[in-house]
Every structure is written in structure tokens, then in C-alpha cells.
């Protein structure tokens, strides 16, 4: 009996898990003081969430699996009362928040979220970073998104 050498199976395993994998869309989010913008939309499936700040201060995306029937109103009127990431759960999102990307004014975050995006849901994106110990979350200046994914 012939035997396959190890490095080459491996790599051939390797390979298969590649190609089995759907490639994942990239959904940009750009920060700006103080919106978040992206899509209002994207079909259901792996993306890959690439952070921009155009901002002049840092900012931050937080992302989260928004509450059925919770409302964006609710979600700003959370962030206005100052809730804190931890009590998020408790208010809108549906469980703790999964993912957070940082970045500098001016920059794109060098990390990136792999999500996949589950079709019927909605996902909350928000900045909580404060200009000050005494200034508002950024949330609560309108830094607040719904994806709605199809």
C-alpha cells in the first residue's frame, strides 16, 4: 500500500476547507463625527467588517444582534440615558454585544470582524467613546446604526 506524505495531505486538507468556505463580502463602515455610515442593507451571509474613521476624534463600532421588536429610538434614547455597554442586553440588544473595531482619526482599524449576518435579523452598530470624562457617549450625538439583513 502507497502512502500519501504527511505534507502533502495536510496541504490538501488545508485546501479543501478553503474551497468549502464561501468567501466573505467586505461591508465598510465609516465613522464621521458623529454618524456611522453604511449600507441600510445586506443580504444574509459571511462579510468581513472593515472600520473607517473620518472623524477628527476616535472612534469605535460596537455590533451587536438588535432585539426583535426593540426600535432605533429606543436604542438612542439608551445611549442618551447613559446606559453602559454591559446593560445594552438588558434594553435592546438580543445578549452581549460580539464585536468591536477601534480606530484613530483619519485612519482605517488594521483588525477586521468576520461576521455571518443571519437573514430576517437586525444589527445594532454604535460608538460609545466619549470626547471627555463629562461629555455624552457618541451614541447619544446620533452614532447609531440598524443593519437590516435580507
Known amino acids: 500500500m502507497r502512502r500519501t506524505p504527511l505534507p502533502l495531505a495536510l496541504a490538501l486538507g488545508l485546501a479543501m476547507i478553503a474551497c468549502a468556505a464561501p468567501a466573505a463580502r467586505t461591508m465598510r463602515v465609516v465613522a464621521t463625527d458623529y454618524a456611522l455610515q453604511t449600507a441600510d442593507s ?10 473607517e474613521n473620518r472623524g477628527r476624534v476616535p472612534h469605535e463600532v460596537v455590533v451587536g444582534l438588535f432585539r426583535s421588536g426593540a426600535t432605533p429610538e429606543e436604542m438612542l434614547a439608551g445611549a442618551q440615558a447613559g446606559l453602559r455597554v454591559r446593560d445594552l442586553p438588558e434594553h435592546y440588544l438580543d445578549g452581549a454585544p460580539f464585536g468591536v473595531l477601534f480606530a484613530w482619526p483619519g485612519k482605517t482599524s488594521l483588525a477586521r470582524l468576520d461576521l455571518d449576518l443571519e437573514s430576517g435579523k437586525r444589527y445594532a452598530l454604535l460608538c460609545t467613546f466619549r470626547d471627555s470624562t463629562a461629555a455624552p457617549e457618541h451614541a447619544a450625538l446620533g452614532m447609531v446604526r440598524i443593519l437590516y439583513v435580507y
Open 42 to 51: 445586506v443580504p444574509a451571509g459571511r462579510v468581513e467588517l472593515v472600520f
